[in-house]
């Protein structure tokens, strides 16, 4: 009771609170069931595609065929302070268009924070203190309303520092194909879906 008004006070909205005090409860409930550095990153996982999905299926997220959009928890802070980090293929010059995001260009929309807030993640979900790595989902657009997720996990301790081991991370076929600096596969899940 005591947590739970702390996080009240804390955090300023009682809907915010109560929804980060179920969150830590459940957390704990897992890790106590499986606290691995894998399972950590699997139901992450899980909770960026459901979200990511949430947000295409609703139209928040729009994408022409071939075009992606990606979000990634890592080890690291970002330099905005968080966990998170993630991007697009229309962060490309001249391809902004190619993802919109509430009605605008990926970049007008504000790039990877626009991407972000077009979801309904918050970002106490996303601090899960991994012990290594960083895992990710991609949503490539397949066209006609078809769609496939992508779960990668890497050994680096962002995403960018993955790709300095020769990995494209604009290139989903690149990715896909791509190893962990230990020689495991970046990717480790698929899964095609339709809107």
Known sequence: MVGVAAAIFAN????DAIGE?????????????????????????DRLDKALREAIKNGNIVMDSGAWIEIDVQQDKNKK?????GGSSAASPGKSSSVKVK???YMAAGG????????????YEMNIEQESGWAGVRI?????????????RGDASTVQKQKQSGIDYTNT????????MDGTPLKVWEDTWTK
């Open 12 to 15: 300023g909205g009682l809907a």
């Open 21 to 45: 005090a179920y969150f830590q409860v459940s957390e704990v409930i897992s890790n106590a069931i499986n606290g691995s550095n894998e399972a950590k990153q699997q139901r992450i996982q």
């Open 81 to 85: 302070g968080n966990y998170v980090d």
């Open 103 to 105: 009605g605008k260009d």
């Open 112 to 123: 990877f924070e626009g991407l972000w807030q077009s979801t309904s993640l918050k970002m």
């Open 140 to 152: 490539v657009s397949n066209g006609n309303s078809s769609y496939t997720s992508y779960y990668y």
């Open 173 to 180: 076929s690149s990715m896909n194909t791509g190893n962990r």
